[in-house]
């Protein structure tokens, strides 16, 4: 009997394999809907921030170039641009610009992963951080709001993502969504400054380096205390750099140190940086896996996605014979250019002529945007999913916690009466045994 259980006991040393677990749990249409709701809020307060289209534009005859794509290129030549084309050129908004670039990349980040391409994918994420800098450089109003409204979301609906998987994952059980709301309440401060706490150590850090810089601009007794107090700064530098490669490193793993063991911000900050530098192989080992693995996913249900509209599209075409108003084409194809795997929404230079065909377009446009949100949230749901279980695994390694050991509370019961039916026996009350 030993002997049988030997082979299992080798097995369950690699916990690697259950990072594939990560798929099924995101699918979940619970988790769906709470990320479709966060993308839906994200994109609805990015859309009415885009009023004030900010972002100067070449115009359409000059390849319509935007500040972020000079930015990524030639940094130093954005003011140029921008004074350049202020006034000649066209405007567009900050989100829309950040949610084209976005997706673009990340579509060139899952490509690249499939065909493990590190460096390809390294690129992409190096652009991500260009473009962001890019924003909070010439955009930092609209950059500060609407980064608060990603966070205050993102805490919430993150949370609430990882706690599921959490109880899900070590009691294989399904928690409910009101359960998950009312950890995330109770948790909402830790899950929304765990992320921001290590960049303000770095901030405040960094500006007491400065403060040297200042006091060497004083003559002749400046230049001596710089040198004198160097070694001091060198070692403040070494802590930024140390917290820095943590954040960087333990980001994925702050918000599931909350939601598994109930951790305040600098308790899961702690911990993500403990795994980090603990096991960076293993960390890295597993990022790669669960990134590989979300490729494919991804692919997977993309394709799934083509197909549903690609169906929905032939089986009506074959039944719409009709022109649309001013008999250039089909009246489908003016409403509904036809999905492509790369653009889902399909491409069409086809302009509504008349007001019902323009309200159609705009409610089947409505709809497929609706169906390439709930894709995008599954990306949503599978990245909180998926490094929740890395999260436990490296707990295990690291801190030999078990897997199905996570925090949990219970509310406490109000005071009352107890039912005669509910009240312990007395040992005169028991029936007695003879």
Same mark, same amino acid.
């Given at each position: 009997?030993?002997g ?8 369950d ?7 594939f ?18 993308? #839906? ?12 289209k900010?972002?100067v ?14 930015y @990524? ?23 829309s610009?950040?949610?084209?670039? %976005? #997706? ?6 899952? /490509? ?9 994918? %390294?690129?992409?994420a190096? /652009? ?14 609209? =950059? ?7 966070? *205050?979301?993102i805490?919430?609906?993150?949370g ?13 059980e399904?928690? !409910? ?10 948790n909402?401060? $830790? ?8 960049? !303000?150590? *770095? ?10 810089? @200042? ?13 004198v ?21 333990g ?5 599931? #140190?909350v ?10 900050? $702690?911990?993500?940086? $403990? ?9 890295g ?8 693995y ?14 549903? &509209?690609?169906?929905?599209? @032939? ?16 009246? &489908? ?15 069409? =230079?086809?302009?509504s002529t ?13 709809s497929?945007? *609706?169906?390439v949100?709930?894709?995008v $949230? ?40 107890? /039912? ?7 040992d %005169?009350?028991?029936p007695q045994?003879?």
């Amino acid at each position: 009997m030993n002997g049988q259980g030997k082979p299992f006991e080798i097995l369950d040393n690699f916990l690697f394999p259950k990072i594939f677990q990560a798929f099924r749990m995101a699918i979940r249409p619970t988790k769906l809907l709470i990320a479709f709701f966060a993308l #839906a809020i994200i994109c609805l307060a990015g859309w009415l921030m885009d009023f004030s289209k900010n972002v100067v534009v070449t115009p359409v005859a000059q390849g319509h170039i935007s500040e972020l794509e000079v930015y @990524l290129s030639q940094p130093e030549r954005v003011p140029l641009h921008i004074t350049g084309y202020k006034t000649t050129g066209d405007s567009v908004g900050v989100f829309s610009t950040l949610w084209n670039f %976005a #997706a673009s990349k990340f579509q060139s980040g899952v /490509d690249a992963l499939l065909t493990f391409n590190l460096p390809a994918v %390294a690129t992409d994420a190096s /652009d991500f951080v260009k473009a962001a800098s890019w924003a909070f450089r010439y955009h930092f109003i609209y =950059s500060i709001i609407f980064a608060a409204v990603i966070f *205050i979301v993102i805490s919430i609906a993150g949370g609430c993502l990882c706690r599921l998987t959490a109880v899900q994952f070590a009691h294989s059980e399904r928690a !409910g969504l009101a359960e998950a709301l009312q950890f995330v309440k109770n948790n909402f401060s $830790s899950f929304f400054a765990a992320p921001l706490a290590p960049a !303000g150590i *770095i901030i405040f850090t960094g500006l007491l380096i400065s403060v040297l810089g @200042l006091i060497t601009n004083i003559p002749r007794v400046g230049e001596l205390i710089m040198a004198v107090t160097l070694p001091v700064a060198l070692m403040a530098g070494m802590f930024i750099t140390i917290i820095l490669i943590g954040t960087v490193g333990g980001f994925n793993l702050m918000f599931p #140190a909350v939601a598994c063991d109930g951790s305040d911000c600098f308790d899961a900050i $702690s911990k993500a940086f $403990s795994y980090i530098y603990s096991k960076p192989w293993r960390m890295g080992f597993y990022t790669l896996t669960a990134g590989v693995y979300g490729a494919i996913c991804y692919t997977f249900v993309r394709f799934c996605t083509f197909l549903l &509209l690609s169906a929905t599209y @032939l089986f009506l075409q074959l039944s719409v014979w009709a022109d649309n108003s001013a008999k250039e084409t089909n009246k &489908l194809l003016a409403i509904w250019p036809p999905p492509q795997f790369k653009n889902l929404q399909g491409y069409s =230079s086809i302009a509504s002529t008349n007001s019902t065909e323009f309200i159609a377009a705009f409610l089947v446009h409505l709809s497929l945007l *609706i169906i390439v949100g709930l894709l995008v $949230s599954f990306v949503i749901s599978f990245y909180f999913s998926a490094n929740t279980i890395i999260y436990i695994l490296l707990r295990n390694r690291v801190d030999n916690i078990a897997l199905e050991d996570i925090y949990t509370y219970s509310a406490t019961a109000k005071p009352g009466p107890i /039912d005669a039916a509910q009240q312990p026996q007395t040992d %005169a009350d028991k029936p007695q045994v003879r």
